[in-house]
């Protein structure tokens, strides 16, 4: 069993709909990340988050430290936000490097 | 500031050729991590270095494959004797430190590996 599971892996929305993508972790963690990847592309950070809610434009991530779980949603959904999304999680046993979910594949319909 | 530059973007080498695949952590940043992507899978972690210092390297392949960082000049991740199972995306990340555990996550762009 992966230490970080992702759901679901794929997924197709309308523009305009709101989207959801979750995450979940077996183990303590200091920190997650939710990261954008587009195709043949380079790895974007969206969001570090390690605790609470964090806001970008129309990009809301959120964790639960006790239930070890975080969500990252799009609102307002757009086909530019096609993409795979990552979360990747700083295991307290494992230092400052990541381990990673096998991503979200997102795409956006006009 | 030009964040963690790659290259090559793109490199074929053929079975039997070494490849070699540089990282330039963003400015200020002494710690370099390699991570590869395989075909349909997601990321795993490879190595760990601090300026010529290896300080992890549980997911490294156990032969042909090495990484320095030299005191000058880019992070290096070498692969000797290239099979077509090496074919995958390399990504390095960078970071300012272990004191910064709870930094942003700055990645290269990658390099797209194709063994043929």
């Known amino acids: 069993k992966n230490e970080v599971e992702q759901s679901p892996q794929n997924l197709t929305a309308q523009e305009g709909e709101f989207i959801t993508i979750n995450c979940s972790y077996s183990?303590?963690?200091?920190?997650l990340h939710w990261l954008q990847q587009h195709p043949g592309g380079g790895i974007v950070s969206l969001f570090m988050l390690s605790s609470g809610k964090k806001k970008h434009g129309r990009l809301i991530a959120t964790i639960n430290i006790q239930e070890k779980h975080s969500s990252l949603h799009i609102t307002a959904s757009h086909p530019r936000d096609s993409a795979v999304y990552i979360c990747?999680?700083?295991?307290?046993?494992?230092?400052?490097?990541?381990?990673f979910g096998e991503g979200t594949q997102l795409t956006v319909n006009p | 500031n030009a964040g963690v530059m790659q290259n090559p973007r793109h490199l074929v080498r053929r079975r039997g050729q070494e490849a070699r695949l540089r990282c330039s952590p963003m400015?200020?940043?002494?710690?370099v991590y390699w991570y590869r992507q395989l075909p349909e899978e997601g990321l795993k972690f490879m190595v760990y270095l601090q300026k010529e210092n290896i300080i992890d390297e549980s997911g490294m392949p156990k032969e042909r494959f090495s990484a320095e960082f030299p005191k000058e000049g880019p992070s290096i991740l070498r692969i000797q004797q290239v099979v077509r199972g090496d074919s995958a995306a390399y990504f390095c990340?960078?970071?300012?430190?272990?004191?910064?555990?709870?930094?942003?996550?700055?990645f290269g762009q990658g390099t797209r590996l194709t063994v043929v």
């Open positions: 400015k200020g940043h002494s710690h």
């Open positions: 990747a999680v700083r295991l307290r046993t494992s230092g400052s490097r990541l381990t």
């Open positions: 183990v303590g963690i200091s920190a």
């Open positions: 990340a960078s970071s300012p430190g272990t004191a910064s555990l709870n930094t942003e996550a700055f």
